[in-house]
């Protein structure tokens, strides 16, 4: 919960991959938020709100049917906003540097799409995708071949320049509306 918040605030794209490796471990302890936080060293006012805080992440996956793969509604909607933003940037004549984190990317995100079996939804989310895999074979101490260190090098720095931007836009600083009708999907 505290990271969470902290994450939210600093760097979106840190959030997002934080999350699902929440929702992971909450699935590895078949939800069982006591024996998660048990080894947690917290205040005796700290701790009650944090394992409330799991338990209401634990609640809405079962409510949302994502017992056993998925992510949160909250996230998937999160993500879809990024992936606005990254069109909207894209769009702007004026974003040259963004255009080429997107560009040095675009392959390696047309790859995870390709092997996605229609699972992620748009490139940012091909991006997360790409990034939480790694992750997880570095938990698993599973060598990564020289390619996909290249490819997460591209989704770290498109996420990274993709973050500050949604920070600028939720602190008012960005002229960006997320919230037109315009196409946003670009796949």
Known sequence: MIIAKQKRRENIAEYVLYMWQLEDLIRAYNFDIDAMTQGFSLSPLELPKVKQWYRDMADAMKAEGIHKKGHLMQLKELVQDLSTLNI?????????????????????????????????????????????????????????????????????NLLAALSVRFRQYENGELDIDLNTNENTETI
């Open 88 to 156: 909207k940037l894209l769009q702007n004549p004026k974003e040259t540097k963004y255009k080429e984190l997107f560009t040095a990317a675009m392959p390696h995100i047309t790859e995870i799409i390709n092997h996605s079996d229609d699972f992620v939804r748009n490139e940012i989310d091909a991006c997360f995708t790409g990034l939480y895999g790694v992750m997880l074979l570095r938990m698993q101490k599973k060598e990564i071949s020289e390619g996909t260190q290249q490819a997460v090098k591209t989704f770290s």
